[in-house]
């Protein structure tokens, strides 16, 4: 489980918290951009930042001024544009195989 969470304010004054999978080729940061709503501020937090007790989540709150490591993209529901994920750096490249073809079905 990862330790680094991403918060923002939900529309109704609550807390969202999301868990970054960064395995996915993508840094926090993108996956922030990506997946906070669109236009609203987000804070990139360790876990050990927030309450234990998430069973009173839905009482948390988040004073937007705090909120201050960017803005969700135009990238979620109902967006027209298309996420592209970001080439590699040549250090991050990975040189792969060329896919051998498919035989021909034999008829």
Known sequence: MSDTLIIYKTEDGGVAILTPVTSCGLTVEQIAAKDV????????????????????QDRWAVDEAHLTDGVGADYGVGSKNPFVMPEPSEDEAVEEEPATP???PVT
Do not use: A
């Open 37 to 56: 709503p669109t236009g609203r501020p987000y804070k990139i937090v360790d876990r050990s930042e927030l309450p234990t007790d998430f069973s009173e």
């Open 102 to 104: 498919e035989q021909e």
